[in-house]
C-alpha cells in the first residue's frame, strides 16, 4: 500500500515511523516532510495546505492512504476533498474540524451536552471583553477564538497583561480577525487524552503530559510544547474512566448528534482539578510533542489501524507496557525570534529515537531550521530510566544554538 503523510514537524516524523514498521506500507509519501522524515519517506515538495495539488499528488501516484498532522491542513478541508474524489483519507472534516479551529464552537458543544469544563464568556469587541476581565478575577485565561499555532492562549496574572492580550487579540489582530473566549482559571495537573475515532466509536492512547513553557519549573513565554512523556502515575484508572466516559465518548457521540460526525485522532487536553477532570480544550488532530511520546509504544499495525479509523469502522490500538519521554532541542530565543542554520552534529552518536521538527540538510550538513528543532525520545520499563536516558543522548548532540529544559517528567516524581 502506498501512503501519504501530510505535513513537516515532529508530530509527522513519528507519525511516518509508525507507518514505516508496518509491512502493509510499501511506498511512503511525505508532504513537505523534513530533513529527517527524508530517511524514512519520499518528500514531495507540496506545501501541506496545498489542498488541490495534494488530491492531484494522492491520485497520479495511486495512495491508497493519506494521514493528516496539521490543524491547518484540516482546517482548511483536505479531508472533505479527498473524500469527494475517494481517495482514504485519515483526519476529521472542515466542519468537525472546528472543535479545535474555533474554541468558542468547542465551547458552547461542551456546555449543550454537559461536558465538564471551565466556565466562559465569548467577546468580539475590546472593550466588553476588558469589562468583563475587570468584573472577574485574576489570573484569567484568554484564548484567541481561531487556530494559533499553540500560541493563541495567554494566563493573564494582571490587568496590564490582560489589556495588552486583548489589545492583541481584537485591535491589534496578531492572530487575524476574530472572536476571544475569556475563562476562569482552573488548577490542577494537566494531562493530554487522545483517541482514536470514527463517529461514536473510539479507542484510547496512553495519557501523557505536555509542558508548554519554554524553561523549567514551567517559566517563560508558552510554546508549542517542549517535552512530554506517558505514562502519568497521578492519573488513575478511575480518573481514566471518568474522562473516557464523561469527556470523549460523551464528545464523540455529540459531534454525530450534532450532524458533523468525527473520524480521526480526538484529542483531549484536561486537567484534573480539585473539582474533577475538566476540559482545558480540544484539538481535531495528534498533539505535538504527545504524538511523539505516545507512537512509539504502538503494538497495533499503524496503516491497519489508520485505515480502519478512515473508513468509520471500530478502531482497536493495542500498545507496549512501559514509559517514553521526549525533550525538545529548540532554538535559542524560541518562541520569540531566533537564528536558523546553526550546525547540528552527534546525532549518530544516539541511540534514542529522534524526530525532526524544524531541520534541514545544507551543504551535506544538518542544520536548525525552524523554532522547535528536533525531540529525543527514549523509552524503558520506568520513566525514571527513560528520563536518564534522553538525558545522556541529548549530551551527545553537538549545537551551539539549541536548549532545552532539564525537568521533563519531574511532576511524576513528586
Same mark, same amino acid.
Given at each position: 500500500?502506498?501512503?501519504?503523510?501530510?505535513?513537516?514537524?515532529?508530530?509527522?516524523?513519528?507519525?511516518?515511523?509508525?507507518?514505516?514498521?508496518?509491512?502493509?506500507?510499501?511506498?511512503?509519501?511525505?508532504?513537505?516532510?523534513?530533513?529527517?522524515?527524508?530517511?524514512?519517506?519520499?518528500?514531495?515538495?507540496?506545501?501541506?495546505?496545498?489542498?488541490? !495539488?495534494?488530491?492531484?499528488?494522492?491520485?497520479?501516484?495511486?495512495?491508497?492512504?493519506?494521514?493528516?498532522?496539521?490543524?491547518?491542513?484540516?482546517?482548511?478541508?483536505?479531508?472533505?476533498?479527498?473524500?469527494?474524489?475517494?481517495?482514504?483519507?485519515?483526519?476529521?472534516?472542515?466542519?468537525?474540524?472546528?472543535?479545535?479551529?474555533?474554541?468558542?464552537?468547542?465551547?458552547?458543544?461542551?456546555?449543550?451536552?454537559?461536558?465538564?469544563?471551565?466556565?466562559?464568556?465569548?467577546?468580539?469587541?475590546?472593550?466588553?471583553?476588558?469589562?468583563? &476581565?475587570?468584573?472577574?478575577?485574576?489570573?484569567?485565561?484568554?484564548?484567541?477564538?481561531?487556530?494559533?499555532?499553540?500560541?493563541?492562549?495567554?494566563?493573564?496574572?494582571?490587568?496590564?497583561?490582560?489589556?495588552?492580550?486583548?489589545?492583541?487579540?481584537?485591535?491589534?489582530?496578531?492572530?487575524?480577525?476574530? !472572536?476571544?473566549?475569556?475563562?476562569?482559571?482552573?488548577?490542577?495537573?494537566?494531562?493530554?487524552?487522545?483517541?482514536?475515532?470514527?463517529?461514536?466509536?473510539?479507542?484510547?492512547?496512553? &495519557?501523557?503530559?505536555?509542558?508548554?513553557?519554554?524553561?523549567?519549573?514551567?517559566?517563560?513565554?508558552?510554546?508549542?510544547?517542549?517535552?512530554?512523556?506517558?505514562?502519568?502515575?497521578?492519573?488513575?484508572?478511575?480518573?481514566?474512566?471518568?474522562?473516557?466516559?464523561?469527556?470523549?465518548?460523551?464528545?464523540?457521540?455529540?459531534?454525530?448528534?450534532?450532524?458533523?460526525?468525527?473520524?480521526?485522532?480526538?484529542?483531549?487536553?484536561?486537567?484534573?482539578?480539585?473539582?474533577?477532570?475538566?476540559?482545558?480544550?480540544?484539538?481535531?488532530?495528534?498533539?505535538?510533542?504527545?504524538?511523539?511520546?505516545?507512537?512509539?509504544?504502538?503494538?497495533?499495525?499503524?496503516?491497519?489501524?489508520?485505515?480502519?479509523?478512515?473508513?468509520?469502522?471500530?478502531?482497536?490500538?493495542?500498545?507496549?507496557?512501559?514509559?517514553?519521554?521526549?525533550?525538545?532541542?529548540?532554538?535559542?530565543?524560541?518562541?520569540?525570534?531566533?537564528?536558523?542554520?546553526?550546525?547540528?552534529?552527534?546525532?549518530?552518536?544516539?541511540?534514542?529515537?529522534?524526530?525532526?521538527?524544524?531541520?534541514?540538510?545544507?551543504?551535506?550538513?544538518?542544520?536548525?531550521?525552524?523554532?522547535?528543532?528536533?525531540?529525543?525520545?527514549?523509552?524503558?520499563?520506568?520513566?525514571?530510566?527513560?528520563?536518564?536516558?534522553?538525558?545522556?543522548?541529548?549530551?551527545?548532540?553537538?549545537?551551539?544554538?539549541?536548549?532545552?529544559?532539564?525537568?521533563?517528567?519531574?511532576?511524576?516524581?513528586?
Amino acid at each position: 500500500m502506498k501512503v501519504l503523510v501530510v505535513g513537516s514537524g515532529g508530530r509527522e516524523h513519528a507519525i511516518v515511523e509508525a507507518i514505516s514498521r508496518s509491512p502493509k506500507a510499501t511506498k511512503i509519501y511525505a508532504a513537505p516532510g523534513n530533513a529527517g522524515i527524508a530517511t524514512l519517506a519520499e518528500c514531495v515538495a507540496i506545501k501541506d495546505t496545498d489542498v488541490e !495539488r495534494l488530491v492531484e499528488f494522492a491520485k497520479e501516484n495511486q495512495v491508497e492512504l493519506t494521514v493528516v498532522g496539521p490543524e491547518a491542513a484540516l482546517a482548511v478541508g483536505i479531508v472533505d476533498r479527498f473524500r469527494e474524489e475517494g481517495l482514504n483519507i485519515f483526519g476529521p472534516t472542515k466542519a468537525a474540524t472546528e472543535i479545535e479551529s474555533s474554541k468558542d464552537f468547542a465551547k458552547r458543544l461542551m456546555v449543550k451536552y454537559g461536558v465538564p469544563t471551565a466556565g466562559y464568556a465569548t467577546f468580539t469587541a475590546f472593550d466588553e471583553a476588558l469589562d468583563y &476581565v475587570k468584573r472577574g478575577s485574576l489570573p484569567t485565561v484568554l484564548k484567541y477564538d481561531g487556530l494559533a499555532a499553540g500560541k493563541g492562549v495567554v494566563i493573564a496574572q494582571t490587568m496590564e497583561e490582560a489589556e495588552a492580550t486583548l489589545r492583541d487579540m481584537l485591535l491589534d489582530t496578531k492572530f487575524g480577525e476574530g !472572536r476571544v473566549v475569556i475563562e476562569e482559571f482552573l488548577t490542577g495537573e494537566e494531562f493530554s487524552l487522545m483517541c482514536f475515532v470514527a463517529g461514536n466509536k473510539i479507542s484510547p492512547m496512553p &495519557v501523557a503530559q505536555d509542558h508548554k513553557r519554554a524553561y523549567d519549573n514551567d517559566e517563560g513565554p508558552n510554546t508549542g510544547g517542549m517535552g512530554a512523556y506517558t505514562e502519568l502515575p497521578f492519573i488513575t484508572a478511575e480518573d481514566h474512566a471518568y474522562a473516557m466516559e464523561h469527556i470523549m465518548q460523551r464528545v464523540a457521540d455529540a459531534m454525530v448528534e450534532e450532524g458533523t460526525p468525527f473520524t480521526g485522532v480526538l484529542y483531549g487536553g484536561l486537567m484534573k482539578t480539585p473539582n474533577g477532570i475538566k476540559v482545558i480544550e480540544f484539538n481535531a488532530r495528534f498533539g505535538d510533542p504527545e504524538t511523539e511520546v505516545v507512537l512509539p509504544r504502538l503494538k497495533s499495525d499503524a496503516v491497519e489501524l489508520f485505515m480502519t479509523v478512515a473508513k468509520g469502522e471500530q478502531p482497536a490500538a493495542e500498545w507496549h507496557e512501559g514509559a517514553t519521554l521526549g525533550i525538545v532541542l529548540a532554538s535559542k530565543g524560541y518562541p520569540g525570534s531566533y537564528d536558523k542554520g546553526a550546525v547540528i552534529r552527534g546525532i549518530e552518536n544516539v541511540e534514542s529515537k529522534i524526530y525532526h521538527m524544524g531541520t534541514a540538510i545544507k551543504d551535506g550538513e544538518l542544520v536548525t531550521a525552524g523554532g522547535r528543532v528536533m525531540i529525543v525520545v527514549a523509552s524503558a520499563s520506568t520513566l525514571r530510566e527513560a528520563q536518564q536516558r534522553a538525558r545522556e543522548d541529548i549530551a551527545k548532540i553537538e549545537c551551539d544554538n539549541l536548549f532545552h529544559r532539564t525537568d521533563i517528567g519531574n511532576k511524576a516524581f513528586r
